[in-house]
């Protein structure tokens, strides 16, 4: 078994090759070409963690991947990494183990900046006078960093809770080349920015409806299991149009949930990225519409981040 | 990381502990202190395979346990174990890989066979005149070898459609001290047995209602996803006991499944492992009764075998 570490797992990132290899995977498992079972989540409250387990195999290749990834929020106390994980491949043919990649939560990380790149693409307005990134973690960083890549804009807004992992967000984006502004007030990001990313485990609303400019883009990172939301409810229900990675999935446990199983959601509204990317067709259709990407993660996006490292 | 391959993890193998162990986790697991997610199913229907994920946290555990384990039933035919496989335990405190034991299935196959001879204690027949054997496989001889502490009796009859692999399971028996009968035929092996395992991928039933004997005790092994079946519905129908590992589990996708789907089994004639355990009770009211045990496999009994193997 070839067993890779996260250094090794980082020299083999190349990032086109990936987010080609994602949207055939998102294309893929809304076409039904992928098994991909229902996630499987441990809570970990006494250590204020928790962990999901996601596979999936996209019919006719010759491995299937197995991801094991956790959030520990106390972690950078102890001076480790939130982020933890790994993701292993399995042949297809025989069930042997082909690798470990021990990459730390990397992948995961990684695989979902990129998911955001790609929303990106499809939903962004034209106009953007600022990005929002809420949150001040790894997540926000590597939405910032793929975002430059579909996106023009160097005037980024961030909110986060503590000023300190403010300031470190600060000079973090100023060396990616943006003018930055830091705020511990949530509307004044919104009232600011046309294109958001909220990369928080919260369990309680963050952006609110009221705030959010017409013609705003907001995709949504961090609602991934239950009980977790960024965007109040009924910010949810005035999107004109929402893309998903799963409608399965972000239904049952994803940011449009809550209005989901409200029924306050017309789903000639939602779309599946996959379907999107097939139809190759635009999200938007005027510059006053307000656009949602709810990112659950979904197992064929490791399946396929697996392959883009193991192809190098 | 601790990495083990599967001569280190054998090395550490104590059947006593682990049998131990695997007790106090069908215990707890009944008694809701174990986090125990929807096992998760992949299917390979060119190469004759599946895999199954199952993760499992015993509340206050230090460690949480994710396992991988798949059977490719052509693998024999290129030499290689149909059982594959791997088992991780992470920190429950910061999600970090603890150890990888490259067991190869070994440490699913020891577990089941230990939980076929904890349900021996609880529901074999006083006189068992021969025991019986489904299947010839790996799982087939873990059992025999594992019920020999518990079953006095040394005469098995092993059933099986592969004439040399009944030949090869005839002279590993043998070995281990039995009288042998080899038979293509099951009613013959049902009519001579009192005590019956089952351990076979069969997707049709194999032992039929009307060749078991009163006080016959059925361990059903085999079944442990939608569509696997080696017991005759009529013949769960008729067990005056019925254990199982977990009844979310059995009866969604175990070998009671099909007869609890049809409404066939009494809620009251089925206990789960862990409960009958924890009351210390006979399960056996008399020695006409028919008794059976479905075991699907449990994530706890994974968490539980990983403890054994890293505490010594």
Redesign the interface.
């Known amino acids: 078994?070839l067993?890779l570490n996260k250094q090794q797992v980082l020299d083999r990132f190349a990032v086109e090759r990936t987010t080609l290899l994602l949207k055939k995977g998102f294309i893929a498992f809304s076409q039904q070409q992928v098994?991909m079972?229902?996630v499987?989540?441990?809570?970990?409250t006494q250590?204020n963690?928790d962990?999901c387990?996601k596979?999936g195999?996209l019919e006719g290749d010759e491995s299937?991947v197995?991801k094991?990834s956790?959030?520990?929020y106390n972690?950078p106390s102890?001076g480790?990494s939130s982020s933890?994980?790994?993701m292993?491949a399995?042949s297809?043919?025989?069930?042997?183990?082909q690798a470990?990649l021990?990459d730390e939560g990397w992948l995961t990380a990684l695989r979902t900046a990129l998911a955001g790149r790609i929303v990106a693409e499809l939903c962004a307005p034209k106009h953007i006078t600022a990005i929002g990134i809420v949150g001040t973690g790894l997540q926000a960083r590597l939405q910032l960093v793929h975002l430059k890549t579909v996106i023009n804009c160097r005037e980024v807004w961030v909110w986060g809770r503590n000023p300190e992992a403010l300031c470190d967000y600060q000079s973090f984006a100023e060396l990616e080349g943006f003018r930055v502004h830091i705020t511990q007030d949530a509307s004044q990001l919104a009232e600011n920015c046309q294109f958001i990313v909220t990369t928080t485990p919260s369990r309680e609303p963050i952006l609110r409806a009221k705030n959010i400019q017409p013609g705003t883009h907001i995709t949504a990172v961090g609602a991934d299991a239950a009980g977790k939301q960024e965007l109040e409810t009924q910010l949810v229900a005035k999107a004109d149009k929402i893309l998903v990675d799963s409608l399965v999935q972000c239904s049952a446990f994803g940011e449009i949930s809550h209005a989901f199983q409200q029924q306050l959601l017309q789903a000639t509204r939602i779309s599946e990225i996959g379907e999107v990317l097939a139809l190759n067709k635009p999200v938007r259709k005027n510059d006053r519409q307000i656009t949602l990407a709810d990112l659950t993660g979904l197992g064929i996006q490791d399946v396929q981040i697996v392959k883009s490292i193991l192809l190098s």
Not at 40 to 44: A, E, S, V, Y
Not at 92 to 97: D, F, I, L, R
Request: include cysteine; charged fraction near 5%.
């Open positions: 078994m067993i098994q079972p229902s499987q989540h441990l809570l970990f250590a963690g962990c387990i596979s195999y299937f197995v094991v956790s959030g520990f972690n102890l480790l933890q994980g790994l292993m399995f297809a043919k025989t069930g042997e183990p470990l021990m």
